[in-house]
């Protein structure tokens, strides 16, 4: 195994790059941070209209959230495999492809976080910023949004962890990434499936565990904080911060 | 009924019960007080086993409790018990909690279990929730069908814990009128209460607990009259004061 | 664009052959895979509550590694990987059926008996001690009070998790096609290089797995409703 990480560690990290495209597990890395940086905001909307005051505003809301988590990952791929490119009106790469079904997919993912950050705030916080005489754009991004995204820190740090492990199906499309890097080696190689494999599977555990133990850790830090502030009696709901394949 | 033999108990190395040596006639009623912390919950709960003691001897119906050999789930069919937080199965209704333990541990047919457990939930005054969930009563009525699931078993012994200490104020007389009537059956009962006037009403003798200790073992007349332990006099001073 | 939606070519004949069995392939992995990974996430939280200090390790560590690690990654190992560190014989029986079926089932099912196990032990924890001496203080004993009072109370609290990861098992069966398992997402991609009709080919599968889906999701909301009403 260790042989096999000395000759190949580069292509693992980096793909081909600099002779060619950005590839391994740096790429993959990028991915997913690209990924996660646009699917926010539009998580945030998504959320917001999960509550919004406007019926024909849940619906479209909660529609969009279903259907999302209705079809599997990789047809969402396939979708912007062959949609975007229509959309825009030019080809694109395999890394906008991922990138592009990431947020997708995502958006809807990380929105039902945040919900359930809005939602496990007390109902008074809304009352008194009311109250106030803020308005609603004013109490939801002054009073709401704030302390909602930070309940749904761990969450979304878990969230995180299942984009890093998404982007492996970029393999599919024969994407530059580290899954891809692996098989390219593999198919180099021919008789070392089980070291090379298990380089890429540790590689990820490495990676991903840390990011669940900070999420946890994080976790108790908010939980800390939650109780600290909320008023006897008050139920605290937990935020459920299900890890997902 | 019940002998408390030299009773000793610790949590790590904070003793919490000290040489407690006592006794519980048959039909009789104790009531236990004493300030929060003194180990009034720690010595009921060792009653059923469910607090293991360091050393001494609990008999209970003449079978040691903490015997190794002892068959402490045998014992509990015979020793009620009642929680200060009810502690009602959530997921069954009112007549199956009631009914559960005479079922699967006396063997008895669901219908006659069930005509058993109406006639006990009859007379705890609550008939007509023998179908609804727990969730849907208040705390007055979920401790009356937490003593009625204790009587279920026909036990010789009733243990209470603070059974009214969980309460809103308008609910505590419900409950007490339960048990006054209880009292009045010929079941031996040990109740933690600061009910100083069921105390006072239906207990044979009242047992003041302090540090782990019983300090006082009296009939209610001496123990409100003249109780003769200095403490005994400042709990029950501040009992009245607040 | 100048281009007209027909969805005839896909809706019939062979096509629809093919999409019919793609679409029973994925069921069939589906079911298989769900029922492996049930009893495989009950074994799991046994003896994780086994009091055994090893056995709880191993536990420990077979759900993070399969929590943390992409479940592609552990399809390609199975695939590639096990099928090496097995014995000769092993290998021969494995090439000689459609191994790869099997072999995607075993990682699915591998996989989500972790996701499974960790949904049954937060229902196992959240149900407090209280219950438990309720229920012996009654004269149970220990293995009768978790079947009547703690279990019960436990796989209602984690049956919202169960059903969200059956969701998530159902879906990711497509990553079969990655080994070539004929199931409903490789299909769809043959019926597309057949008929070049890539709009319609990948609008069928995907309104199929929404279907699906929506029977899970509604039936596990139902699920839900039932247990709400019954009392906690
Ligand atoms: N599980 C426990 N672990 C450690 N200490 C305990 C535990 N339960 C009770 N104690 C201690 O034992 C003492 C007696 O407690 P308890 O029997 O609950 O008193 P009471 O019911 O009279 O208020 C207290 O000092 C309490 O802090
Ligand atoms: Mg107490």
């Known amino acids: 195994m260790l042989d ?11 793909g081909q790059y600099p002779n060619g495209p950005l590839g391994g597990l740096v790429a993959t890395l990028l991915v997913a941070i690209c990924g996660l940086g646009l699917a926010l905001p539009c998580a945030m909307a998504i959320a917001l209209g999960r509550i919004s005051p406007y019926m024909p505003v849940r619906i479209a809301a909660a529609f969009v959230v279903h259907t999302v988590r209705g079809t599997p990952f990789l047809m969402v791929i396939f979708w912007s495999y062959f949609g975007l490119p229509i959309l825009l009106g030019r080809p694109i790469n395999g890394f906008v492809t991922l990138v592009g079904a990431l947020v997708l997919y995502e958006s809807a993912y990380l929105a039902e976080a945040i919900r359930a950050g809005i939602e496990a705030l007390p109902r008074g916080q809304r009352e008194a910023a009311r109250a106030l005489g803020l308005n609603y754009w004013q109490t939801m991004g002054l009073v709401i949004l704030p302390q909602a995204l930070f309940n749904a820190l761990p969450s979304l740090l878990t969230q995180f ?10 393999y599919v499309i024969s994407v530059n990434e580290f ?27 490495a990676v991903c565990f840390t990011l669940t133990q900070t999420a946890r850790r994080l976790e108790r830090i908010v939980a800390r904080r939650r109780n600290g502030m909320a008023k006897d009696g008050e139920p605290t709901a937990l935020l459920a911060t299900e890890p997902t394949p | 009924m019940i002998f408390f033999e030299s009773v000793d108990k610790f949590y790590g190395s904070h003793r919490c019960l000290t040489r407690i040596t006592a006794h519980v006639a048959k039909g009789e009623v104790v009531v236990i007080c004493g300030p929060s912390g003194s180990g009034k919950t720690t010595l009921i709960r060792t009653v059923n086993g469910l607090e293991p003691i360091r050393s001494g001897r609990i008999v209970v119906n003449g079978q040691d409790v903490h015997a190794p050999k002892a068959d402490i789930n045998r014992l509990r069919r015979e020793i009620g018990f009642v929680f200060q937080q009810f502690n009602l199965f959530p997921h069954m209704t009112v007549l199956d909690n009631v009914s ?9 047919p669901r219908e006659q279990a069930e005509e058993e457990a109406r006639a006990l939930l009859a007379r705890v005054g609550l008939a007509e929730k023998a179908n609804v969930y727990p969730g849907q009563l208040s705390g007055g009525q979920s401790q009356r069908v937490a003593i009625a699931r204790a009587l279920a078993m ?3 012994v009733i243990l209470f814990d603070e059974p009214t200490s969980a309460l809103d104020p308008e609910m505590v007389g419900e409950v007490l009128a339960v048990m006054r009537d ?32 019983i300090l006082e073992d009296a009939s209610p007349e001496e123990f409100f009259v003249a109780p003769r332990h200095p403490r005994a006099r400042r709990f029950l001073a501040d009992l009245r004061h607040a | 664009m100048g281009y007209t939606l027909d969805f005839g070519a896909i809706l019939s004949g062979e096509h629809l052959r093919w999409l019919i069995s793609g679409l029973r392939l994925t069921l069939e992995l589906t079911l298989s895979s769900w029922v492996l990974a049930l009893v495989l996430g009950v074994i799991l939280v046994l003896l994780r509550s086994s009091g055994i200090k090893p056995a709880e390790w191993f536990v420990t560590a077979y ?9 592609l990654v552990q399809v390609l190992f199975w695939y590639f990987a096990v099928p090496e560190l097995l014995p000769e014989a092993g290998r021969i029986w ?12 075993l990682a699915l099912s591998f996989c989500f008996a972790a996701y499974m196990s960790e949904a049954l032990r937060s229902g196992m924890r959240a149900i407090p001690q209280t219950q438990h001496e309720a229920g012996r203080a009654l004269g149970f004993g220990y293995l009768r009070t978790m079947q009547y009072v703690v279990i019960p109370q436990a796989a209602r609290l984690a049956i919202p998790p169960l059903i969200n990861y059956s969701l998530l098992l159902f879906k990711n069966t497509s990553l079969a096609m990655a080994i070539g398992v004929h199931e409903l997402t490789t299909q769809t991609r043959q019926i597309e290089n057949d008929t070049f009709r890539t709009f319609e080919a990948f609008t069928v599968s995907t309104v199929l797995y929404l279907m699906i889906s929506f029977v899970i999701m509604a039936g596990g909301a139902l699920l839900e409703r039932r247990i709400k009403r019954e009392g906690r």
Not at chain 2, 100 to 108: I, S, T
């Open chain 1, 4 to 14: 096999i990480l000395r000759e190949y560690w580069l292509l693992f990290l980096v």
């Open chain 1, 161 to 170: 962890v299942s984009l890093i492990k998404e982007t492996s199906l970029g």
């Open chain 1, 179 to 205: 899954t891809f890097a692996a098989a390219q080696v593999n198919n180099q190689l021919l008789t070392k499936p089980v070291q090379v494999f298990s380089i890429l599977a540790l590689t990820f555990f």
């Open chain 2, 100 to 108: 559960l333990a005479p079922r699967k541990l006396r063997g008895l």
């Open chain 2, 154 to 156: 026909s036990p010789p």
């Open chain 2, 182 to 213: 209880l009292a009045g059956s010929g079941i031996t009962m040990v109740c933690v209460t600061h009910e100083m006037g069921f105390a006072r009403e239906v207990a044979d003798r009242v047992w003041f607990m302090d540090s782990g200790v």
């Open chain 3, 63 to 71: 759900v993070e590694v399969h929590q943390n690690v992409p479940l």
């Open chain 3, 94 to 105: 494995l090439n000689e059926r459609n191994s790869e079926f099997l072999l995607v089932m």
